[in-house]
């Protein structure tokens, strides 16, 4: 059941945060600026520097809520269902013995 609810919750999450910042971050481009984000960067109305701002502000604010909502969902599967239901490249490395 836990490799599942990782399956749904460690994929979905990241899905939804990044449909969820890409909306937020449009609405908060287009009050601020009274101009639509650029989304096509071959547009002739829109200049150079605006379309790599828009570029810069839409990659870093999608990669940030993506992370965050990855850290959410493997605390929450590791919470719920233990270590192992994550994959291994999530899981919290193994302490050894040291005598």
């Known amino acids: ?20 910042a890409r909306k937020a971050l ?3 481009w287009e009050k601020s600026t009274k101009r ?4 096509n960067p071959v547009d002739d109305d829109i200049s150079m520097s605006e379309a790599l701002a828009w570029t810069i502000v839409s990659g870093v604010g999608v990669a940030v809520a993506r992370l965050v909502a990855q850290r959410i969902a493997a ?5 719920g ?5 994550l994959p ?3 899981r919290k490395p193994l302490e ?4």
């Not at 059941?1 to 969820?20: D, E, H, R, S, Y």
């Not at 050894?96 to 005598?99: K, P, Q, T």
């Open 1 to 20: 059941m836990g490799k599942l609810a990782w399956q749904v919750i460690g994929v979905g999450a990241p899905i939804a945060a990044t449909f969820v």
């Open 36 to 39: 639509p984000a650029p989304n």
């Open 96 to 99: 050894e013995d040291v005598d």
């Open 88 to 90: 291994k490249k999530f």
């Open 81 to 85: 269902f233990g270590d192992e239901a």
């Open 26 to 28: 449009t609405f908060v």
């Open 75 to 79: 605390t929450t599967v590791r919470n």
